[in-house]
């Protein structure tokens, strides 16, 4: 992780893919979100979706975990270096999450992440907010979820 | 659409056309553990506040607390017990904006509840029609830790 002023509108990270098995896809259902579509292949078929479905809180997660991932590299590959990362802070939420198409068990999503802008916090001084447009692809190319977000990083001042 | 054209569960109740501007929905409440909220992080957000009692102590939270993912997947999960599995629902498209306002810590008890903002039918599909609502959680001391405004998809009864 780096601090606001090392991170410019437009740059784009590729975090990777993940796959949706039918068996992640019920897993996660039956903890979070137990709905028909997302619970059983036959219910999947017959609605809205045309398959068994993830939950798009599941296809949201992915993406964290894919991010995590990114970020705890780039933070290892800085400390090989012998400097110190700035540890990241929390995010006050996010907008605008939409799940443009389904996505079907046994789907892989790529999934990228694109700076949108960087300012100081008014309310937390040697702070930042930081907005991101994060993105998920199917096999096609075709983009079937994204969605703002706004995390808290420390500025370099 | 029938209920099995739309894939909707046997018990289905509530359909589109009940859903009503103004109306509050109350859906329950539920404790978080800490082991759940380890093993949510472990899976989807493995970062060290979310995982280990020191670096959450250190966090500005100071203490180890929840993944917002996993905040946000219980809200789901209340929404589901509450009122959505025995509604006609067919999916969301989307969440206009989310907002994670405090922290959920182990053994914290989280109440949720649902205003309907707005319903309209859709244009395009005649047994569908769009649910908006504004949601809240907030934990045992009334703070509330997450507001959401999200759209739901319901199935119309009269088309059933």
Known sequence: ?157 | MTRTEAGLGEETTRWFDDFHVGETISLGSRTVGRDEIVAFAAKWDPQPMHLEDEAGRASLAGGLFASGWHTASLFMRMACDGVLSRSASLGSPGIDSLAWKAPVMPGDTLTGRMTVTGTRASASRPGLGFVETEVEMANQRGTVVLTMKTTLMMARREAA
């Open chain 1, 1 to 157: 992780m780096k601090h606001l002023e090392d991170f410019h509108p437009g740059d784009a990270v590729e975090l990777g893919t993940w796959t949706f098995t039918a068996d992640e896809i019920v897993a996660f259902a039956r903890d979070f979100d137990p709905q028909p579509f997302h619970l059983d292949e036959a219910a999947g078929k017959a609605s809205l979706f045309g398959g068994l479905a993830a939950s798009g809180w599941h296809v949201a997660c992915a993406w964290m975990r894919l991010w995590i991932d990114h970020q705890t590299r780039e933070m290892d590959e800085a400390k090989a270096r012998g400097e110190e990362p700035p540890i990241p802070g929390p995010s006050p939420g996010f907008d605008d999450m939409r799940w443009t198409r389904p996505v079907l068990a046994g789907q892989t999503i790529r999934y990228r992440t694109t700076v949108v802008s960087g300012r100081a916090s008014k309310s937390r001084p040697g702070w930042g907010i930081l907005d991101s447009l994060n993105e998920g692809f199917d096999e096609t190319g075709t983009r079937v979820f994204h969605f703002t977000s706004h995390v808290f990083i420390p500025t370099g001042g």
